[in-house]
């Protein structure tokens, strides 16, 4: 008998717990509210199959980007250019993400007020190859009062939401940051390392050349420019040769001919496989203008003068010199 009465008491036990945890998801609006409001803004599933973006602004070009090959490229003028496929990845990612998405306002008349209005929101649509349409096609407007939302609508609906804040750090910056802008993209056959670089030559038009070379793990020996017999300074060769790999430019541009208004410097690289980069810099001092092209790509880049500086080197700055 003690049995069975204790076999009751829990038995009541776990009903009463039962209907104390439901009476507190019915009567509790707010706990109602938040459980509905989760969502995500595309499936991960359609996230993953975006094979093109287009980030629209007012009164900025619109930025577009298509995927090939398992490779991203942002379409600019007709031309396409590599990006960062890790920025891109990352943009998305918080798309397919579960996210609270209360609603905040369900008439048109809110837009303009929440920053939803045709002259101050900012487009984003992506498209898949097996859609006929757009698979998300969405506003992104201003931050709530906390700072840490952002109001967003779809453009099929009026209904105004807001979303935690992954997104304007990526729809608000420059065409620039997502670029791939890397003078020599470490990967695959472009991949540059500086202990691969057995032998540099620098060459200016009308100016001569000259060369180092690698003679040892640690050491070098250069000819021309006056450095035969010349102790060299292989702390500042290995630097070059790790501003050489970093490289990068400030933005792509159009190919730019060679005249006599410019000067030409070429910076050729011998690798311990077999393989040559050559990295060619046409100058305009007069307008502090350098243009970069590299043996391995069909882009010009534009420098800045900090990175020319940084590459165009006099044979005597390798020198050693007394201290």
Not at 13 to 18: G, R, W, Y
Not at 56 to 83: C, N
Request: charge should be positive; charged fraction near 25%.
């Amino acid at each position: 008998m003690q049995y069975q009465r204790r076999v009751q008491v829990l038995s009541a036990l776990i009903v009463i717990l039962s209907l104390a945890l439901l009476g507190s998801f019915v009567f509790n609006p707010e706990a109602r509210t938040v459980r509905q409001a989760t969502g995500v803004l595309l499936e991960s599933q359609k996230v993953q199959s975006i094979t093109k973006i287009e980030i629209t602004r007012p009164t900025v070009p619109t930025l577009s980007f298509i995927k090939r090959t398992g490779q991203w490229y942002a379409v600019r003028d007709g031309k396409e250019y590599p990006v960062k496929n890790d920025r891109i990845e990352d943009f998305l990612k918080p798309f397919g993400k579960p996210s609270l998405l209360p609603q905040r306002a369900s008439s048109a008349q809110t837009h303009e007020r929440l920053g939803l209005g045709a002259n101050s929101a900012s487009r984003v649509t992506f498209w898949a190859d097996s859609a006929g349409k757009p698979i998300l096609d969405m506003y992104f407007g201003s931050m709530d009062a906390t700072g840490k939302e952002l109001y967003f609508r779809f453009a099929d609906s009026d209904v105004v939401k807001s979303v935690e804040d992954h997104f304007s750090s990526y729809i608000q910056s420059s065409p620039q940051s997502w670029y791939d802008l890397r003078l020599f993209p470490q990967s695959g056959n472009q991949g540059l390392k500086t202990e691969l670089v057995q032998k540099i030559t620098w060459a200016v038009d009308g100016k001569g050349s000259f060369s180092l070379s690698r003679s040892g793990p640690s050491s070098w020996s250069g000819t021309g420019g006056n450095l035969e017999g010349k102790e060299l300074d292989t702390k500042k060769i290995d630097g070059f040769l790790q501003d050489l790999v970093s490289a990068s430019g400030e933005d792509f541009a159009d190919p730019v001919a060679y005249s006599s208004k410019l000067s030409r410097l070429s910076i050729t690289a011998e690798l311990g496989d077999g393989r040559t980069k050559k990295l060619i810099i046409l100058s305009d001092f007069a307008s502090q203008s350098y243009w970069a092209t590299v043996s391995d790509t069909p882009y010009t880049y534009r420098l800045s003068e900090w990175q020319y500086n940084r590459l165009a080197k006099e044979s005597t700055y390798f020198i050693k010199t007394e201290k």
